[in-house]
T-cell receptor, first 115, second 111 residues
Framework: GAGVSQSPSNKVTEKGKDVELRCDPI?????LYWYRQRLGQGLEFLIY????????KSGLPSDRFSAERTGESVSTLTIQRTQQEDSAVYLC?????????????FGSGTQLSVL | GQNIDQPTEMTATEGAIVQINCTYQ??????LFWYQQHAGEAPTFLSY????GLEEKGRFSSFLSRSKGYSYLLLKELQMKDSASYLC????????????FGGGTRVLVKP
């Protein structure tokens, strides 16, 4: 596709339910990031995939959070047993090759609201 | 780890100049980015510095001093549409080249 695509754009869920967020990066981009952004705050790093290397999961806030990426394409971020504190915008971004310091292209994000 | 600091908010007048400072502490610095984010939208790339000095791009310029761990983004001839958050981000080899963001600076341009 022409840009990074995220779905759904909005998700409202009940506390305790699991949610799955999807990201389709730009074709050919080997690096993929997930960030969380709470209202009025900066971007909080969650997880980073680079090619076939093991993902950097150092930003995941708890074991309720996990992410997968199939090859160099689609990624899914899963949040289990959601809590109200998980409410935020989840942004996905991709770049051609992070080792070359290529700029990131961001998706429009998924606004997650946990009631 | 990486530590990136920038002011939370700044206010400026239309037509004026604003300078947004960013200081960072990191091991194996590998590059610094500035992104712009309008409210409710995704961040978009503004500039990239890896060597010391000033990079100019139209009304926007970005400066880097690696020895001081310091960068600034200079916005000239401010327009109302420049009201947005400006995010400083750093990559380092020690962090596997992942991009880490500061908290962002919200700039409000007043008429």
């Amino acid at each position: 596709g022409a840009g990074v695509s995220q779905s759904p754009s909005n998700k409202v869920t009940e506390k305790g339910k699991d949610v799955e967020l999807r990201c389709d990066p730009i074709s050919g981009h080997t690096a993929l990031y997930w960030y969380r952004q709470r209202l009025g705050q900066g971007l909080e790093f969650l997880i980073y995939f680079q090619g076939n290397s093991a993902p950097d999961k150092s930003g995941l806030p708890s074991d309720r959070f996990s992410a997968e990426r199939t090859g160099e394409s689609v990624s899914t971020l899963t949040i289990q047993r959601t809590q109200q504190e998980d409410s935020a915008v989840y942004l996905c971004a991709s770049s051609q090759d992070s080792s070359l310091n290529e700029k990131l292209f961001f998706g429009s994000g998924t606004q997650l609201s946990v009631l | 780890g990486q530590n990136i600091d920038q002011p939370t908010e700044m206010t400026a007048t239309e037509g004026a100049i604003v300078q947004i400072n960013c200081t960072y502490q990191t091991s194996g610095f590998n590059g610094l980015f500035w992104y712009q984010q309008h409210a409710g939208e995704a961040p978009t790339f503004l500039s990239y510095n890896v060597l010391d000095g000033l990079e100019e791009k139209g009304r926007f310029s970005s400066f880097l001093s690696r020895s001081k761990g310091y960068s600034y983004l200079l916005l000239k001839e401010l327009q109302m549409k420049d009201s947005a958050s400006y995010l400083c981000a750093v990559t380092s080899k020690a962090a596997g080249n992942k991009l880490t963001f500061g908290g962002g600076t919200r700039v409000l341009v007043k008429p």
